[in-house]
């Protein structure tokens, strides 16, 4: 099997490049907007005839999430309209694609963890063009797998755990709100999975065409208590100081509560899933290690 990375350059894409050695049966090739801008329909159809790819996992995407109120043409054009172009391109070569989405397809206003099953209604534009990017795979009949994930991160790129890593060690408090509840993913733990379906008996799971699922890391937690933790791990002393949602105004809004339901995806594909304290421990040991 040869399976195009889209935006191999981000977290998700930099973990699928440091894993690939281990899936022997399955070929890469890896891009990022240098070499193939997914939003160009032609050049997408041609770099996936002329590199005989018959697998795409699709790790692109407009993920700023406040700068996509003000840019909502350009969020849509590369969480929905190129998610297109891929369909209509897969579809080309018979081939399978897996699909990253998010928790922000959802409102927060849910008691229990959300199954994929339960209704959608994303409460800004991100969350509103990654669920258009959903409806064209499910409206399609091509092989697919959405995965839906929460507050990814990783060693690679910027993210919240990089960022609260730098503050602490330059500022005397950090103030973080208490009030949004979700679960941290450690991106190498997301990759692991996304080669995993689509290496050996797993890929078979994907001829269920428009299949949704949810994974993040094990657990519950809200942005104060997931910045506690990296502070603790790391020994660094810096005061945190718990604030509302309210009192951290953003031009996206946030949904309150965003924990996802996995006992899907570990049912179909038999996988356990570390807890997100663990995976934190060791995402920033690797950190530190690259410092």
């Given at each position: 099997m040869r399976v195009l990375v889209t935006g191999s350059t981000g977290q998700l894409g930099s973990e699928i490049k440091e894993l690939a050695p281990d899936y022997k049966n399955l070929?890469?090739?890896?891009?990022?907007?240098?070499k193939l801008d997914i939003c160009d329909e032609e050049a997408l159809n041609t770099f996936i005839l002329d590199n005989h790819i018959n697998s795409v996992i699709n790790c692109a995407a407009y993920t700023a999430v406040d700068q996509a109120e003000e840019n909502p043409k350009k969020a849509h054009l590369l969480?929905?309209?190129?998610?297109?172009?891929?369909?209509?391109?897969?579809?080309?070569v018979n081939g399978k694609l897996v699909h990253i989405s998010t928790d922000?397809?959802?409102?927060?206003?849910?008691?229990?963890?959300?199954?994929?099953s339960d209704p959608?209604?994303?409460?800004?534009i991100y969350g509103k063009t990654k669920r258009a990017g959903e409806l064209v795979i499910l409206n399609s009949d091509i092989d697919a797998i959405?995965?839906?994930?929460?507050?990814?991160y990783s060693a690679y790129s910027s993210n919240f755990v990089?960022?609260?890593?730098?503050?602490?060690?330059?500022?005397?408090f950090l103030k973080v709100v208490f009030d949004q509840q979700g679960t941290p993913t450690y991106a190498k733990d997301l990759a692991k999975i996304c080669l995993d379906i689509l290496s050996d008996e797993n890929s078979k799971n994907i001829s269920k065409k428009g299949s949704i699922y949810h994974y993040s890391n094990e657990g519950v937690t809200t942005?104060?208590?997931f910045a506690a933790s990296i502070l603790k791990i790391s020994n660094i002393d810096c005061k945190l100081i718990p604030i509302e949602t309210k009192d951290y105004p953003t031009k996206a809004r946030r949904p309150q509560y965003s924990v996802l339901d996995k006992s899907k995806i570990?049912?179909?594909?038999?996988?356990?899933?570390?807890h997100w304290k663990d995976s934190l421990a060791y995402c920033i040991k690797k950190i530190n290690q690259n410092l």
């Amino acid at each position: 099997m040869r399976v195009l990375v889209t935006g191999s350059t981000g977290q998700l894409g930099s973990e699928i490049k440091e894993l690939a050695p281990d899936y022997k049966n399955l070929e890469f090739v890896f891009t990022d907007l240098s070499k193939l801008d997914i939003c160009d329909e032609e050049a997408l159809n041609t770099f996936i005839l002329d590199n005989h790819i018959n697998s795409v996992i699709n790790c692109a995407a407009y993920t700023a999430v406040d700068q996509a109120e003000e840019n909502p043409k350009k969020a849509h054009l590369l969480n929905a309209e190129a998610v297109l172009y891929l369909v209509n391109a897969i579809k080309k070569v018979n081939g399978k694609l897996v699909h990253i989405s998010t928790d922000y397809v959802f409102d927060g206003n849910h008691l229990l963890p959300y199954k994929e099953s339960d209704p959608v209604s994303p409460v800004n534009i991100y969350g509103k063009t990654k669920r258009a990017g959903e409806l064209v795979i499910l409206n399609s009949d091509i092989d697919a797998i959405v995965i839906r994930t929460s507050w990814l991160y990783s060693a690679y790129s910027s993210n919240f755990v990089k960022s609260i890593l730098s503050l602490g060690n330059e500022k005397e408090f950090l103030k973080v709100v208490f009030d949004q509840q979700g679960t941290p993913t450690y991106a190498k733990d997301l990759a692991k999975i996304c080669l995993d379906i689509l290496s050996d008996e797993n890929s078979k799971n994907i001829s269920k065409k428009g299949s949704i699922y949810h994974y993040s890391n094990e657990g519950v937690t809200t942005w104060y208590d997931f910045a506690a933790s990296i502070l603790k791990i790391s020994n660094i002393d810096c005061k945190l100081i718990p604030i509302e949602t309210k009192d951290y105004p953003t031009k996206a809004r946030r949904p309150q509560y965003s924990v996802l339901d996995k006992s899907k995806i570990k049912s179909d594909f038999k996988i356990t899933i570390p807890h997100w304290k663990d995976s934190l421990a060791y995402c920033i040991k690797k950190i530190n290690q690259n410092l």
